[in-house]
């Protein structure tokens, strides 16, 4: 079940991570309306089913390159996100008590909750990178400047995905000299 959304997810994943340039112990933020994927308005279609396949289509992508996921919550959770405990604490998150269910949070951190080794709710993180699919609004959790990505898969499902990684912010003046590796 969910076949053509789980490589359409793996696919997208492989094609970020290609130009994203993530490292082990980075963290990407994703934010996912299943009702979107389902070609419905957002909000209106919740699909734990959908939501399970699509993350762990995902997950399984990033968790073997050390890479924190950030699984972005609906607006009824006020966007909080769902990371591994460690991700937590490394980056000093506080963490929140609310635990998502499809309705409320979405599918997506739904599964996130349940497939995780020891998630734990926070309100707001800095991430390096981010997918969002199906106009969830990541960006209030990237850091400050946010490059766009186009990936070869642009779709899971009905539809789209926008995706972006960041950069540190340039600074100074006419004399000023940049470091090109830091993007």
């Not at 980075?26 to 919740?46: D, F, P």
């Not at 995902?58 to 990371?83: D, S, T, W």
């Not at 186009?150 to 470091?179: F, L």
Request: hydrophobic share 40%; aromatic share 8%.
């Amino acid at each position: 079940m969910f076949e053509n959304e789980m490589n359409d997810a793996k696919n997208a994943v492989n094609c970020f991570l290609e130009q994203a340039g993530l490292k082990a112990g980075e963290l990407v933020v994703i934010g996912c309306s299943t009702s979107e994927i389902a070609a419905r308005s957002i909000g209106s279609y919740s699909n734990a089913e959908l939501g399970e396949a699509v993350f762990k289509a995902m997950y399984e992508e990033f968790k073997p390159r050390g890479i924190y996921v950030a699984a972005q919550c609906c607006e009824h959770l006020n966007r909080a996100l769902i990371i591994e405990a460690e991700a937590a604490e490394k980056y000093g998150c506080e963490i929140v008590n609310v635990v998502p269910m499809p309705k409320a949070g979405g599918s997506f951190s739904t599964a996130a909750w349940k497939y995780m080794e020891n998630p734990v709710a926070v309100e707001h993180v800095r991430a390096h990178a981010g997918i969002d699919i199906g106009d969830t609004l990541i960006g209030m959790h990237l850091r400050d400047v946010a490059v766009p990505l186009r990936i070869a898969q642009p779709t899971i499902g009905g539809t789209h995905i926008v995706c972006a990684r960041t950069r540190p912010k340039y600074i100074g003046g006419e004399r000023a000299h940049y470091d090109d590796a830091l993007g």
